[in-house]
């Protein structure tokens, strides 16, 4: 069986990297969010990273969210650090320091534009 990459995705990085009026209503564009990327062309195991307004954003099928307990960059770093050592992690965001942060711990990293939103 092979497992798929795991991308993982700064939900409140991706939504504010474009300018729609999601401020408006930051719960339904991680929303939108979530449901671009549970139709990505490429198979991966896909966790969204959701905090703030978005916390109480769930999970559809082919996107499992997890609700950060503090900090999402921190919380993402937390899933890299158990999960590179093992699989391919892709993290989806253009938070320089969070870039580096899950580098350092072996995590690819894209753009917000690589994704649906």
Known sequence: MTEYPLLVV???NV????PD???RDRAGAT???RDGLAHLPE???VLLVVEGRAKD????PGVRVESAPRSGDDA????VATEAPTRRVIVVTADSELRRRVT???AEVRGPSSVPR
């Open 10 to 12: 700064d939900a409140a």
């Open 76 to 79: 993402i770093v937390d899933v």
């Open 57 to 60: 954003i769930k999970p559809i």
């Open 43 to 45: 198979p991966f195991d």
């Open 104 to 106: 350092e711990l072996g």
């Open 21 to 23: 009026g999601w401020w």
């Open 31 to 33: 929303e939108r969010l």
């Open 15 to 18: 939504v504010g990297s474009k």
